[in-house]
């Protein structure tokens, strides 16, 4: 029954009309093609990553994160919903589209006329008609949600003009593709049009109104001509506006991120090599980098989680990236620091990575932070309370400068035994700075001891000997006294022969875990 089922590619088209169609489809292609070389250009002036490429994760983080919209969570589960929509529509869409030319382009190769289909048939055209009527809705469900958010103005998305010839655009392909196909049900007299069900619709409505064989090839002409040029158009346009994220976030998602809280080490032959440290130009980002200021919609959900931001601090993640692709598409950018990105900006980071964790494009506005403060603390740019703080925690081993012999003020009256004391433990105990000096978290710290003795867990504590971990360092900017300290601390976990630790504090467990 289904046997016979297909369609004409270029149905109601003569070859002149074909030809037109190609040239136009080579043009929009190439002008596509200039715009991404442009932007490779632009990504290319970063160093070269450092990280290889494990083709396994990629794959992995292809299907996961980019195909199945997985990096879509937390925040915002309305536009997420919607976005996958939109993204699904579109790729069975475009997917549809290339099977459309496989058929088209096999069929000639082979020497098959145009009313003879090579696979575009049967029981494959139904599965065809059905799937691509169902993700069209929703890509222009998708696409007229965002509309209506951007009407309503209730989202911290940054707006633009050109979002909404995107959105228009979209819409207007996927209404004029049905309109397309109720034309053409009536001009084949298609059999089980029902399997095209938007399609069917519209041609009823048509119908209704009066198309008939009669006139339906002149509509069906002029309609499929308008939506040809609206695709070749925003083919052309792809590269540069908003939807030029989708490329660049492909990319950025199929990426091995490092872990949230890592940072990239720093050695002190590289500073003597180059006689710079962290960045001070833009060419000292990664390619990576520079390919994720891309990958940025501008959609605030950094913005939004950003606990400087809230604060009122002169900091909003979003504005640091978008400023750092301006300068990146600057014919003659000033200087990037002080002029693009001012040193309040960078110091109001308290670098909880909250940016980082919640971008579902892979982009780390954290780490184009931390790497620029690098920089500052280089050249000597840390005043007040901060650049004391590094001093004393050079000096001393803490940030406040206090004696080591201090260390175990907080324990007093527990019995908590020291290495010295106990130097077969299991666990070691890492107590923290903050808990050894400040009063107040004084309290976790004899209460996790209690909670140690209570369980019975066999443990011990450095004591005097141990030092700052360093993570404030780190994050500050300063990479070589974090690496003085934590080379200090891990020689001291050998010769104590540390396996286990536990700590309470989150900075230092992310400093051993993952600096370390």
Same mark, same amino acid.
């Given at each position: 029954?289904?046997?016979?089922?297909?369609?004409?590619? /270029?149905?109601?088209?003569?070859?002149?009309?074909?030809? $037109? %169609?190609?040239?136009?489809?080579?043009?929009?292609?190439?002008?596509? *093609?200039? =715009?991404?070389?442009?932007?490779? &250009?632009?990504?290319?002036?970063?160093?070269?990553?450092?990280?290889?490429?494990?083709?396994?994760?990629?794959?992995?983080?292809?299907?996961?994160?980019?195909?199945?919209? @997985?990096?879509?969570?937390?925040?915002?589960? &309305?536009?997420? !919903?919607?976005?996958?929509?939109?993204?699904?529509?579109?790729?069975?869409? %475009?997917?549809?589209?290339?099977?459309?030319?496989?058929?088209?382009?096999? *069929?000639? $190769?082979?020497?098959?006329?145009?009313?003879?289909?090579? !696979?575009? &048939?049967?029981?494959?055209?139904? $599965?065809?008609?059905?799937?691509?009527?169902? %993700?069209?809705?929703?890509? $222009?469900?998708?696409?007229?949600?965002?509309?209506?958010? @951007?009407? #309503? =103005?209730?989202?911290?998305?940054?707006?633009?003009?050109?979002?909404?010839?995107?959105?228009?655009?979209?819409?207007?392909?996927?209404?004029?593709?049905?309109?397309?196909?109720?034309?053409?049900?009536?001009?084949e007299a298609t059999p089980m049009p029902g399997i095209s069900f938007v399609g069917y619709g519209c041609s009823k409505v048509f119908s209704?109104?009066?198309?008939?064989?009669?006139?339906?090839?002149?509509?069906?002409? =002029?309609?499929?001509?308008?939506?040809?040029?609206? *695709?070749?158009?925003?083919?052309?346009?792809?590269?540069?506006?908003?939807?030029?994220?989708?490329?660049?976030?492909? %990319?950025?998602?199929?990426?091995?991120?490092?872990?949230?809280?890592?940072?990239?080490?720093?050695?002190?032959?590289?500073?003597?090599?180059?006689?710079?440290?962290?960045?001070?130009?833009?060419?000292?980002?990664?390619?990576?980098?520079?390919?994720?200021?891309?990958?940025?919609?501008?959609?605030?959900?950094?913005?939004?989680?950003?606990? *400087?931001?809230?604060?009122?601090?002169?900091?909003?993640?979003?504005?640091?990236?978008?400023?750092? #692709? =301006?300068?990146?598409?600057?014919?003659?950018?000033?200087?990037?620091?002080?002029?693009?990105?001012?040193?309040?900006?960078?110091?109001?980071?308290?670098?909880?990575?909250?940016?980082?964790?919640?971008?579902?494009?892979?982009? #780390?506005?954290?780490?184009?932070?931390?790497?620029?403060?690098?920089?500052?603390?280089?050249?000597?740019?840390?005043?007040?309370?901060?650049?004391?703080?590094?001093?004393?925690?050079?000096?001393?081993?803490?940030?406040?400068?206090?004696?080591?012999?201090?260390?175990?003020?907080?324990?007093?009256?527990?019995?908590?035994?020291?290495?010295?004391?106990?130097?077969? /433990?299991?666990?070691?105990?890492?107590?923290?700075?903050?808990?050894?000096?400040?009063?107040?978290?004084?309290?976790?710290?004899?209460?996790?001891?209690?909670?140690?003795?209570?369980?019975?867990?066999?443990?011990?504590?450095?004591?005097?000997?141990?030092?700052?971990?360093?993570?404030?360092?780190?994050?500050?900017?300063?990479? /070589?006294?974090?690496?003085?300290?934590?080379?200090?601390?891990?020689?001291?976990?050998? #010769?104590?022969?540390?396996?286990?630790?536990?700590?309470?504090?989150?900075?230092?467990?992310?400093?051993?875990?993952?600096?370390?």
């Amino acid at each position: 029954m289904t046997e016979d089922l297909s369609r004409e590619i /270029f149905g109601n088209l003569d070859d002149s009309s074909q030809k $037109i %169609f190609y040239t136009l489809a080579f043009i929009s292609c190439a002008i596509f *093609a200039w =715009g991404i070389w442009r932007r490779v &250009k632009l990504w290319q002036r970063g160093r070269p990553d450092s990280q290889r490429i494990d083709w396994r994760a990629v794959f992995h983080n292809l299907c996961t994160r980019a195909l199945a919209q @997985r990096s879509l969570r937390g925040t915002r589960p &309305k536009a997420n !919903f919607a976005h996958r929509m939109l993204f699904w529509g579109f790729l069975a869409l %475009f997917i549809g589209t290339i099977l459309v030319g496989i058929e088209h382009y096999g *069929a000639s $190769i082979i020497g098959k006329k145009a009313t003879e289909p090579l !696979f575009h &048939k049967g029981v494959y055209f139904v $599965i065809y008609e059905i799937t691509l009527d169902t %993700f069209g809705l929703l890509m $222009i469900g998708g696409a007229v949600w965002f509309a209506l958010r @951007r009407m #309503r =103005g209730d989202s911290s998305m940054e707006h633009r003009t050109a979002d909404w010839l995107v959105l228009s655009s979209i819409i207007v392909l996927g209404v004029t593709g049905y309109l397309i196909e109720g034309l053409r049900i009536i001009r084949e007299a298609t059999p089980m049009p029902g399997i095209s069900f938007v399609g069917y619709g519209c041609s009823k409505v048509f119908s209704s109104a009066g198309v008939n064989q009669g006139n339906v090839s002149s509509i069906h002409f =002029g309609l499929w001509w308008f939506h040809s040029i609206i *695709a070749f158009g925003f083919i052309a346009a792809l590269p540069f506006c908003r939807l030029a994220h989708a490329i660049a976030a492909v %990319f950025s998602l199929a990426s091995s991120p490092r872990p949230l809280g890592q940072m990239e080490p720093v050695t002190m032959e590289e500073v003597e090599e180059t006689g710079e440290i962290g960045v001070a130009r833009l060419e000292q980002f990664t390619r990576s980098d520079l390919l994720r200021l891309d990958a940025c919609v501008s959609c605030g959900r950094c913005e939004d989680m950003c606990p *400087a931001h809230e604060a009122e601090k002169p900091l909003s993640p979003r504005s640091l990236v978008q400023d750092l #692709r =301006g300068h990146m598409e600057a014919s003659s950018p000033g200087p990037l620091h002080g002029e693009t990105i001012d040193a309040q900006t960078l110091w109001a980071c308290t670098t909880c990575n909250a940016c980082n964790d919640i971008c579902p494009l892979g982009v #780390r506005p954290a780490d184009y932070i931390t790497d620029l403060r690098r920089h500052l603390i280089g050249e000597g740019e840390l005043r007040g309370a901060p650049a004391a703080s590094l001093q004393k925690m050079q000096r001393a081993g803490n940030p406040w400068g206090l004696p080591a012999q201090d260390r175990l003020t907080w324990a007093e009256g527990l019995n908590v035994p020291t290495v010295q004391d106990n130097p077969g /433990f299991d666990v070691l105990y890492w107590v923290g700075c903050s808990a050894a000096y400040d009063r107040r978290t004084m309290k976790v710290a004899r209460a996790v001891a209690q909670l140690l003795q209570r369980a019975q867990v066999n443990f011990a504590v450095l004591g005097p000997e141990e030092r700052c971990s360093g993570e404030s360092a780190r994050r500050m900017g300063d990479e /070589f006294l974090f690496q003085e300290l934590a080379a200090a601390n891990i020689e001291t976990f050998t #010769r104590h022969n540390v396996k286990k630790i536990v700590t309470h504090c989150p900075h230092c467990l992310n400093s051993l875990r993952q600096d370390y």
